[in-house]
Nanobody
Framework: VQLQASGGGLVQAGGSLRLSCAAS????????IGWFRQPPGKEREFVAT????????YYADSVKGRFTISRDNAKNTVTLQMNTLKPEDTAVYYC?????????????????WGRGTQVTVSS
């Protein structure tokens, strides 16, 4: 499966952005999808994940209550709605797909990665 993240941009603190992960391939619905981000000068970190059926949703503590992940298997897309953005949310955001059921927060457990999209939150 091939993935492409989009929807990033520049927003003021407190604002919102909606990221999309578009996938190609007929087996998209077989994959759990995760969002990760990599802040400047830091390692890639887990943001959120959603299971193949739309259940099994988990968030990093830092985004819980502000971000919402959802998917539409008919459209081969996963969306990350980001509200109440903070300057510390500034990062390149990536979507990734995995087949396995465990280790959802570990980047190496993901089989496919898309190119990232830049999110910049100004104070």
């Amino acid at each position: 499966v091939q993935l492409q993240a989009s929807g990033g941009g520049l927003v003021q603190a407190g604002g919102s952005l909606r990221l999309s992960c578009a996938a190609s391939g007929r087996t998209f619905s077989s994959y759990a999808i995760g969002w990760f981000r990599q802040p400047p000068g830091k390692e890639r970190e887990f943001v959120a994940t959603i299971g193949w059926s739309g259940s099994s949703i988990y968030y990093a503590d830092s985004v819980k209550g502000r971000f919402t992940i959802s998917r539409d298997n008919a459209k081969n897309t996963v969306t990350l709605q980001m509200n109440t953005l903070k300057p510390e949310d500034t990062a390149v955001y990536y979507c990734a797909a995995r087949v396995g059921v465990g280790g959802y927060s570990t980047p190496t457990n993901y089989d496919f990665w898309g190119r990232g999209t830049q999110v910049t939150v100004s104070s």
